[in-house]
Each structure stands twice: as structure tokens, then as C-alpha cells.
């Protein structure tokens, strides 16, 4: 059911149980909406990947950076995910959670996996990459990465 009609049908006198099916129906649609985003042969929401290694990217913008250059960062991020060498891939701003371990400071996350380490020597020098890096590195201030063995 599309999310604006299960929207609609929220009665003002709905009963828990209508409200709790209507809240489902909205959930599994935003999910869905979610999983048709993704591409045909990657995924940002996956468990059956076969991942040998995790290439993690934080990014912190300079001062200044406007919205518009950070949209196009994002779009430079999926134009980025087209690399072959991907397996699957993921990106997103800091959650924001309040605890004092959690490291907020960060603009975004860029979150690769790939099937084996060659695959990821692969992506360093692919063209796509290296224009990624070209077009957006004024943009950020710095930039941190950590590389995890699957095992």
C-alpha cells in the first residue's frame, strides 16, 4: 500500500490495533521504498554479502560548506558507489546519539565493502574514484579511515 494512502486512513478514532496495523503498513513501505533506491547489483542494505573487508571513510567538512555542495557531495557519493569493485555500500551523516563514546563531530560516513582486498587496491585507483576525489576534496577538512578484516 502506497505510504500516503495508509497515511489517509488513519481514523481519528482508530483503535490501538488500527493504529499499530497502520503504523506496520507505513513502516513496511518506507522499507521498501528503501530496498527499490538501491541498485541492481549493489545494495545498501544487505546480510548475504560475502565481505572480506570493510573500508570505512569519516569526512569533516570545512567551515562554510553550503547545503547545495553537501547534496552534491551525496550525489558524488552514489555516482562514486558505481564503482565495479564494490560489493556493497553505504553512507550517511553522524546518528547524533548522545553518549560520550560516540564521536558526533563528523559530517559523513562512507561505508564500502568488498569482497577481497585486491578488490579494494581495485577502487583506490579506478577513475571514477579518482575523480571523486578531484571534484569534493575542497570541500572537506579532513578526512579519517579505517580498513576491518572480516574474518
Excluded at 555516482?79 to 553505504?90: D, E, G, H, R, V
Excluded at 577513475?127 to 578484516?149: C, G, M, N, S
Aim: aromatic fraction near 12%; charge should be neutral; glycine fraction near 6%.
Amino acid at each position: 500500500m502506497p505510504l500516503l494512502i495508509a497515511i489517509s486512513r488513519i481514523k481519528m478514532k482508530a483503535t490501538r490495533r488500527d493504529f499499530i496495523k497502520t503504523s506496520n503498513q507505513i513502516a513496511v513501505g518506507i522499507g521498501l521504498m528503501g530496498v527499490a533506491a538501491c541498485q541492481e547489483n549493489k545494495t545498501m542494505m544487505t546480510n548475504t554479502v560475502k565481505t572480506t573487508l570493510i573500508h570505512t571513510v569519516f569526512f569533516w567538512f570545512n567551515e562554510g560548506v553550503t547545503e547545495a555542495e553537501a547534496q552534491q557531495f551525496e550525489q558524488g557519493l552514489m555516482k562514486l558507489s558505481t564503482c565495479p569493485s564494490i560489493q556493497a555500500f553505504y553512507y550517511g551523516k553522524a546518528a547524533g546519539t548522545p553518549r560520550e563514546v560516540v564521536d558526533n563531530s563528523y559530517n559523513y560516513a562512507w561505508i564500502l565493502h568488498f569482497e577481497t582486498a585486491e578488490a579494494q587496491d581495485e577502487y583506490q585507483i579506478d577513475p571514477i574514484h579518482q575523480e571523486f576525489v578531484k571534484l569534493y576534496k575542497h570541500l572537506w577538512a579532513r578526512v579519517q579511515v579505517y580498513d576491518t578484516v572480516v574474518g
